[in-house]
């Protein structure tokens, strides 16, 4: 089977599966620029500052200092191991983005942008998933795979991230399905389509 073939079958399988267990996502809601974002937590994950309040440092040790942190999940299993990153999904925001709101050919910008940036140092780079509302490349590189995402949501605009420690194959399935169905969870708990 290949690489793609395997991508869309766990896609589809996390989706199924969420969708299964529970038919509606525990959702958070945080204000951004005025505008309230529905930020849904997938099956299987948890914020660890709701279990222990004290990992709210590490958290913003790994948040750039230009960003907003707005989400941080992690599967239970990895919740020992916070400092690491073992795996994990967030959702940021540019702090000098946060309080302006972009018209739609605003985030085509955005979306171009990211196509044309060459992260440092990665040995793998591309896009592997798109919507009207949303952009997700992947890197592979420093001995992880992250898939960073631009959801436009409300006139924002969104960093949503998927990460796995790992270079193997199967760290890069998990971070691009997880990466595909945690997008299209947020912009359906905001109402945004996710097809065209």
Do not use: C
């Amino acid at each position: 089977m290949s690489t793609a073939a395997r991508f869309a079958l766990l896609a589809a399988l996390t989706l199924t599966a969420a969708g299964a267990a529970h038919a509606q996502p525990k959702v958070n809601y945080v204000t951004v620029g005025g505008q309230l974002i529905a930020l849904p937590v997938p099956d299987g994950f948890l914020d660890p500052r709701s279990v222990r309040p004290a990992t709210a440092r590490t958290i913003d040790a790994v948040t750039p200092v230009d960003n907003r942190n707005l989400s941080y999940l992690v599967p239970p299993e990895d919740l020992a191991r916070l400092e690491s990153q073992a795996r994990v999904l967030k959702v940021e925001i540019s702090k000098q983005y946060e309080d302006k709101d972009f018209p739609p050919p605003a985030f085509e910008a955005f979306r171009e942008d990211l196509r044309k940036s060459q992260p440092p140092n990665m040995e793998h780079v591309r896009i592997f998933d798109e919507t009207r509302y949303s952009i997700s490349r992947l890197t592979i590189g420093a001995g992880r795979a992250t898939a960073a995402s631009l959801v436009y949501i409300r006139g924002k605009v969104l960093y949503v991230i998927s990460s796995a420690a790992g270079t193997d194959p199967d760290a890069v399935l998990w971070t691009q399905a997880m990466s595909h169905s945690f997008v299209r969870l947020i912009l359906e708990a905001n109402q945004q389509p996710v097809k065209d």
